[in-house]
């Protein structure tokens, strides 16, 4: 078991499985961005960044690869792509889950933003080892992470999801105590590194 366990980590840092990780996370990437466009259509500028939670997820994630192929790593981005491919990747998954349970019907469309969200917070843990970020990195991602909780839902820019405007203080709670489970998961990994290092 431990033999195909170090097989498939092999092949999953191997250049070419990178550079095709790499390739899927960008047009998920670009196409999330246009996903987006009608809202960002009626967004003031100011608020552009924290609009497109998801594609900016999958950006972060784009950039710790490209460092991994060039046997870097990028500690904030690493950081930034776990803590927000699992949130948002989880809370994609919850929101269309929540739509399926309120209406009974989510369509093709929908199905596919389950699957491919919850593929994204996936992706993030299975490359856990690779990350090499700290403390100081953690908390840096903690202050954008919840610094765009409060933009969504004290200022109204949250995604456009029907749930959220019939349950905009329910999901705004389970939003908030979602980013904190993230955090808490980039915490323990940092500390998990610093103990192993001082052995």
């Not at 070419?16 to 196409?31: C, E, H, Q, R």
Request: aromatic letters at 20%; charged letters at 10%; proline letters at 3%.
């Amino acid at each position: 078991m431990k033999a195909y366990a170090m097989q498939a980590w092999y092949l999953m840092n191997h250049r070419v499985f990178l550079t095709l990780l790499l390739i899927v996370n960008l047009f998920g990437t670009i196409y999330g961005y246009y996903w987006y466009r009608g809202q960002l259509a009626v967004t003031e500028p100011i608020y552009y960044i924290f609009v497109p939670d998801s594609p900016t997820a999958s950006l972060f994630f784009c950039l710790a690869v490209i460092g991994w192929l060039f046997g870097k790593n990028y500690k904030l981005m690493e950081v930034l792509a776990l803590i927000t491919l699992v949130k948002y990747g989880l809370w994609a998954v919850a929101m269309n889950l929540l739509t399926f349970a309120e209406t009974g019907y989510l369509g093709s469309a929908g199905w596919m933003l389950v699957i491919s969200h919850f593929l994204m917070a996936v992706q993030a843990v299975l490359y856990l080892p690779n990350y090499r970020f700290t403390k100081w990195h953690v908390m840096v991602a903690a202050i954008w992470t919840l610094h765009n909780d409060v933009i969504d839902y004290l200022f109204g820019q949250m995604p456009f999801y029907r749930v959220i405007n019939d349950y905009p203080s329910q999901v705004g709670y389970f939003t908030f105590w979602l980013s904190i489970a993230c955090i808490l998961l980039a915490f323990v990994e940092s500390y998990k590194r610093e103990y192993l290092h001082r052995q």
